[in-house]
């Protein structure tokens, strides 16, 4: 099994950081969830270029999908939020996105959160990835990712 672990992509926070991107979580940027099949091998500490969405690991040919339920590409997030009210603590949090009610979903191992506005340095980089413990789906019903109470990327400061 290839997915083991949850993760924040390193380059997201250095990019945010080095204000060599400009991501706008909780505004304008839209924010986007893929689902993945187990042959990706998920790592935090590849280059922005290799975190972004159909590059490396995360092209779309490991990704699960069905059109008009769970689209290529994934669907993107709503009403996210970037919290900082708890001390030594700083969360970036959405609603729990959800399929049509007729999806035919197979083999989804975890997702790609990404920002799917931004350009620079790399169209569609990385937020980062969530392991969902398994292999998961669902036939002719609803498939929905229930982010953790601690939100979908957590800093403890």
Request: glycine content about 12%.
């Amino acid at each position: 099994m290839a997915w083991t672990e949850s993760r924040i992509f390193r380059p997201f926070v250095a990019d945010m950081m080095g204000n060599t991107a400009a991501f706008d979580l909780d505004g304008a940027d839209t924010i986007m969830a893929a689902l993945f099949n187990d042959s990706v091998t998920p790592d935090r500490n590849v280059a922005s270029a290799l975190s972004a969405y159909n590059a490396g690991q995360w092209d779309n040919a490991n990704e699960v999908s069905d059109a008009g339920q769970w689209d290529q590409g994934g669907i993107a997030l709503t009403n996210p939020v970037v919290n900082s009210g708890s001390a030594g603590v700083v969360f970036f949090d959405a609603d729990n996105p959800e399929s049509g009610a007729a999806a035919e979903l197979a083999d989804v191992y975890g997702t790609l959160v990404y920002d799917g506005s931004l350009s620079t340095p790399v169209a569609d980089q990385g937020i980062c990835y969530n392991y969902l413990g398994g292999a998961n789906g669902v036939a002719g019903g609803t498939f929905r990712l229930v982010w953790a109470d601690a939100g979908i990327a957590r800093f403890t400061l």
